[in-house]
């Protein structure tokens, strides 16, 4: 029960077959194996019984010594039951630590051809796709000639066209079970974060999907037989449908899971978010700043709101980690850490500083706007216009009245925040460090950036404007400040009158 060595530069081929209780069908899903078509690959066979209450193990064991197989085998038995995601999470830790390139799961009840695995297999080591999948849906009423139950063809019918219009997807089948797999694929999903459970499956597409994965379809014929299905098919429904809705919540940036955290960027660090879309917030603050003012952007990311002020004539210089594109126009720009000390331009020479989602992102926000107070307060006549995402609105309640507080990509909870705000201690930050707050506003929920610009996305919007009139605090989305520096002590004494 030892594999061979690898065989020269050959493609390495692991076929996994997942045993549980499967006794009577171990010996012929074995002798179906097409070890001949796997012949030009260095193929082996992978059988992990999960516990099995029968003498599955034993039974693949025996037929293995017979040496009627022909093909390097090792055979494990969980001392503990892992569940069905739990058994494929080991198969692929197994292919991953040996070194394959491919794996190829099937069933041992053999409801799934393994016949099919060197036309299968051959996509993925040839880089045309990172899965294929076995599909019983795409032959039209196949799958029932095939012996599938009514009930088991419409149910899969309904639950795949849902998770495909949850998750963007566009497969024929959500639910077959045999599933071939790049093994460098594999290594870029958290894939062992996934369920024990039977929706392990879903969550795996959803990942290749999030990732940007090729998954290919194959027709397969049905086979129904004897063979003993453990699913409960009820709690199976209840768990795809959830998974798909989570995935989709977390496209939206409603909720955060890290095995869906597998966008080819990964997840954004630092202290800023980069402002990828030109959002209600920053025309909000650009209506605020006067034509022809001199403008310190600071943070100032992709220099979408730099742009937009050059339209109005302003002069308009940036900070932040890396430069913004050329083509915004920025006047002046100052790389600048701004964890790391204090500003490289003199908030004094500008009309309005702009702290626009920067205050949550840094590591000691009172700090920094206490330094910030110490240089502005010589100049009475400056504007400062901050915003930052309300901990407060409706949606974050919600969660908190259910258990959850999660983090994501973006967002009132983006994983980057160090500091969360409210109405109410977002404009005390501000006073406690010297600032007089002039005007408080508050910003509707971005509805753009998660459904498009599109009626139903304006519908909202126009909607959450309306729900901000009974209160700012649940309804808001983003909270817009509008302060001025109070005089210095230092600029006070510095302007007392001597009396003599």
């Known amino acids: 029960m030892t594999q061979s060595e690898q065989g020269g530069t050959r493609k390495r081929v692991l076929v996994f077959l997942l045993a549980y209780n499967a006794e009577r069908f171990m010996v012929d899903t074995m002798r179906r194996i097409p070890v001949a078509g796997l012949a030009e690959w ?4 992978l059988v992990i019984d999960d516990g099995s209450k029968d003498r599955t193990v034993e039974v693949a064991a025996e037929f293995y010594r017979t040496g009627e197989l022909g093909m390097p085998t090792t055979i494990l038995r969980n001392p503990v039951n892992q569940g069905y995601g739990g058994n494929v999470k080991l198969g692929m830790h197994y292919a991953i630590e040996n070194g394959f390139d ?3 799961l099937i069933h041992g009840d053999g409801q799934y051809p393994p016949e099919k695995i060197p036309e299968f297999v051959r996509p993925l080591l040839d880089g045309e796709a990172d899965a294929v999948f076995g599909s019983r849906m ?9 012996g599938m139950p009514l009930y088991k063809f419409v149910g899969n019918k309904v639950l795949t066209r849902l998770e495909n219009w949850l998750v963007g997807t566009r497969l024929s089948e959500f639910h077959s079970g045999l599933r071939l797999y790049s093994v460098h694929a594999l290594k870029r999903l958290p894939f062992y974060a996934n369920a024990n459970d039977f929706h392990f499956d879903t969550e795996i597409i959803i990942q290749l999907h999030f990732a940007g994965m ?25 768990d795809i449908m959830k998974q798909a809705t989570l995935g989709q919540m977390q496209r939206l940036s409603l909720v955060y899971q890290r095995k869906y955290d597998v966008a080819p960027k990964g997840r954004e660090t630092g202290y800023q978010v980069p402002k990828m879309t030109f959002t209600q917030a920053h025309a909000m603050a650009v209506d605020l700043v006067p034509p022809n003012s001199r403008v310190l952007d600071v943070a100032a990311a992709d220099g979408l709101v730099g742009e937009e002020l050059k339209k109005k004539g302003c ?12 083509e915004r126009g ?17 908030p004094t020479q500008y009309d309005v500083v702009l702290l626009l989602d920067v205050l949550g992102h840094l590591a000691q926000p009172e700090k920094f706007m206490e330094a910030l107070h110490r240089r502005a307060g010589r100049n009475p006549n400056l504007k400062l216009v901050v915003s930052s995402g309300n901990i407060g609105f409706i949606y974050n309640r919600l969660q908190l009245l259910f258990g959850h507080f999660n983090y994501g990509k973006r967002g009132i909870l983006d994983a980057s925040h160090t500091r969360l705000f409210t109405f109410a201690s977002l404009p005390r930050l501000l006073e406690e460090a010297g600032f007089k707050v002039e005007e408080v506003r508050a910003v509707p929920a971005p509805f753009e950036l998660a459904l498009g610009d599109n009626a139903v996305s304006r519908l909202l919007v126009r909607l959450d404007g309306l729900l901000l009139r009974l209160s700012k605090g649940l309804f808001g989305f983003r909270i817009l400040v509008v302060a001025s520096p109070r005089p210095s002590l230092e600029t006070i004494l510095e302007n007392a009158v001597v009396h003599e």
Do not use: Q
């Open 42 to 45: 260095d193929s082996h066979l």
């Open 102 to 104: 491919a794996i190829c």
């Open 138 to 146: 795409m032959s039209g009423f196949g799958a029932l000639k095939g």
């Open 214 to 238: 090729r998954i290919r379809e194959f027709p397969i014929p049905t086979r129904y037989g004897e063979e003993v299905s453990h699913v409960n098919g009820f709690k199976y429904a209840w």
């Open 315 to 326: 002069f308009v210089a940036g900070i932040d980690r890396a430069a913004p594109p050329a």
């Open 330 to 346: 920025y006047d002046a720009f100052a790389p600048c850490d701004l964890d790391a000390g204090a500003l490289p331009l003199d």
